[in-house]
């Protein structure tokens, strides 16, 4: 079980037919309640994809508020232009008619073939299956955490018990994997009660720690995203510290598994750095 450990939280995965394989394509995670606080840290490169500046733009409209996220793979809607943002506009809009809440409440992440145009008939056909396939329970998550999948060639899942909460996560990434994160994507959940810009400030942390220390290849993507949302389902209020610390595990454990599973590795090294004066000087240096 991954993102629907903690309480609060729905998932599918379903195949659509964005790729020709007929693989599962469409992935959904939910919160129950609707609307949740809601955190994001997207790609460092200049050319975001338009899923990047959707979700990017609704969680400044909402201030830090979503009930939902869907995401999409075997086509990554980058350097598709107008039309591209559009798509994924109508992604969000959607899924928030089938769950009953505003477009605006919704996240989008895509992965897969950059400058393809995306294919919206089989979009606009799964996403209310994806909608109405929704559940709880460990076997829902699987099939969210298999339908972002391109060429990993394993499930990347995590679940990290904190001190009356619980965090789930899942991602997927196995190319283009630099600083400032990958070609990767990344969702959590959380149960634990919390205000937007503490779970912000804690995610920054996390990634900074983790997907921000990973490098395969030297790339750095267009679509690169890792979202966290917190359902307050646990009534738990966290110290800062403690949540940091539960993310931070959570996306170093995922980070290690991208790693792992890079195109081409044979090897998973870890640098170590002693005696810089500070973190950023240690970073350099491993680099």
Avoid: Y
């Avoid at 609307?35 to 790609?43: D, E, H, I, N, S």
């Avoid at 809440?101 to 989008?108: K, N, R, T, Y």
């Avoid at 009356?164 to 959940?189: C, D, S």
């Avoid at 993507?221 to 966290?238: K, P």
């Amino acid at each position: 079980m991954s993102v629907t450990a903690p309480g609060g939280f729905v998932a599918s995965g379903v195949a659509c037919g964005i790729k020709a394989s007929g693989e599962p394509d469409l992935a959904l995670v939910a919160a129950t309640a609707g609307a949740v606080p809601a955190a994001g840290v997207f790609t460092a490169n200049l050319a975001a994809a338009a899923p990047v500046q959707v979700s990017r733009d609704h969680l400044a409209a909402s201030a830090g508020h979503a009930a939902a996220v869907v995401l999409s793979s075997g086509n990554a809607n980058a350097a598709t232009g107008a039309p591209g943002v559009a798509g994924a506009r109508r992604m969000c809009a959607l899924v928030g008619a089938g769950l009953g809440v505003p477009a605006g409440e919704i996240l989008v992440c895509q992965t897969g073939l950059i400058g393809v145009p995306l294919p919206m008939e089989p979009v606009e056909s799964g996403i209310p299956v994806l909608v109405e396939a929704r559940l709880g329970d460990r076997d829902a998550a699987r099939r969210a955490a298999t339908a972002i999948m391109t060429t990993d060639t394993v499930c990347k899942e995590v679940v990290v018990e904190g001190a009356g909460f619980t965090v789930g996560g899942m991602a997927k990434g196995a190319a283009m994997l630099a600083p400032n994160m990958a070609t990767m994507l990344a969702v959590l959940t959380t149960d634990v009660r919390c205000d937007p810009g503490t779970l912000a400030g804690a995610l920054r942390d996390a990634v900074e720690a983790s997907f921000n220390r990973m490098t395969v290849d030297g790339c750095t993507s267009t679509n690169d995203t890792v979202l966290v949302l917190a359902s307050g389902a646990s009534a738990t209020t966290a110290p800062v510290g403690a949540l940091t610390d539960a993310l931070g595990q959570a996306c170093g454990e995922l980070a290690a598994m991208m790693a792992g599973d890079a195109e081409g590795a044979s090897q998973l090294a870890h640098v170590i750095v002693t005696g810089a004066v500070s973190d950023h000087e240690a970073h350099l240096a491993a680099r």
